[in-house]
């Protein structure tokens, strides 16, 4: 099983700022199966990006991914007051599919 | 428009079984393998079961199997989790999935609470 450790856990930041989050996977993570989805509260996870660093149909392009192997990046270039929520990422290399256990980016 | 709606969620008693349906509508159900995904409420999401598009090939994540069930039913478009010996540690919300970007669907999901 591929466990992906998320980091931090948690981000409190300002509107306007930049956002780098972290996701390391414990073996490679081949093809670039891997993905974002953020989700809000009482709502579904959404897809912000697939095959690490594309972004999903209607994703502003703020939201950027990037990294290869066992270390993958997520960016928002300039938070928006609508992108406080938790992020995961997600491999669907092999089964089980895993996510990590989120970075919530809050409010400062 | 795209839809999955779950159903069949509910409280039940530890040791009790539950079945699980969600109704897909908008797509090609029958070109996708699904799969089902639970969060416990303020956690993360796990995957907890997926099954080929033809509905032959399951998989399990290891905390449920032997007491979960994975299915569907092509004409009806309906995919199932069927829920043998529930523990107080399945209590979620259970979502139905397509996990297949970039054409990745979920539903609302339903609450599952396994207490006494």
């Known amino acids: 099983e591929i466990v992906l450790t998320q980091s931090p856990g948690t981000l409190s930041l300002s509107p306007g700022e930049r956002v780098t989050l972290s996701c390391r996977a414990s073996?490679?993570?081949?093809?670039?199966?891997l993905s974002w989805y953020q989700q809000k509260p009482g709502q579904a996870p959404r897809l912000l990006i697939y095959?690490?660093?594309n972004r999903a149909t209607g994703i502003p392009d703020r939201f950027s991914g990037s990294g290869s192997g066992t270390d993958y990046t997520l960016t928002i270039s300039r938070l928006e007051p609508e992108d406080f929520a938790v992020y995961y990422c997600?491999?669907?290399?092999?089964?089980?599919?895993?996510f990590g256990q989120g970075t919530k980016v809050e409010i400062k | 428009e795209v839809q999955l709606v779950e159903s069949g969620g509910g409280l039940v008693q530890p040791g009790g079984s539950l079945r699980l349906s969600c109704a897909a509508s908008?797509?090609?159900?029958?070109?996708?393998?699904m799969h089902w995904v639970r969060q416990v409420p303020g956690k993360g999401l796990v995957w907890v079961s997926e099954?080929?598009?033809?509905?032959?090939?399951?998989a399990y994540a290891d905390s449920v199997e032997g007491r979960f069930s994975i299915s569907r039913n092509n004409a009806k478009n309906t995919l199932y989790l069927h829920m043998n010996s529930l523990r107080p540690e399945d209590t979620a919300v259970y979502f139905c999935?397509?996990?297949?970007?970039?054409?990745?669907?979920w539903g609302q999901g339903t609450l599952v609470t396994v207490s006494s």
């Open positions: 908008g797509f090609s159900f029958t070109s996708y393998w």
């Open positions: 095959g690490v660093s």
């Open positions: 999935t397509t996990l297949a970007a970039p054409r990745d669907y």
């Open positions: 997600q491999q669907y290399d092999r089964s089980p599919r895993t």
């Open positions: 073996q490679s993570v081949n093809n670039d199966y």
């Open positions: 099954i080929d598009s033809g509905g032959t090939r399951t």
